[in-house]
């Protein structure tokens, strides 16, 4: 279920998606929602393109560090690829 910050006090979340689209946002929601599983979900930038780099606005979609192996099998199954964080050079 959908958590507000106050949730996530304290405890480490984690980075699982970034949502580019609304639409992708909205389904990934319902996806967690109804598995029941707890995400934080807030509006941040990042850097899209690769020839021209701009920033953009994406939907950044948090879990707590025991749900993320669920979160990845659930976006997983429904054809979303979990956010992998880059690796320093």
Known sequence: MKQDASFFEGK?????????KLKDS?????I?????LDYGVEADDYRGGFVFQTVRVGAFFYVL??????????????GYKPYDEPQPA
Request: aromatic fraction near 6%; hydrophobic fraction near 55%; charge should be negative.
């Open 26 to 30: 909205l389904r990934l929601e319902s």
């Open 65 to 78: 560090p025991e749900s993320v192996a669920a979160a990845h099998e659930l976006m997983l199954a429904s």
């Open 12 to 20: 480490q979340a984690v980075l699982v998606y970034i949502a580019k």
């Open 32 to 36: 967690f929602d109804g598995a029941g």
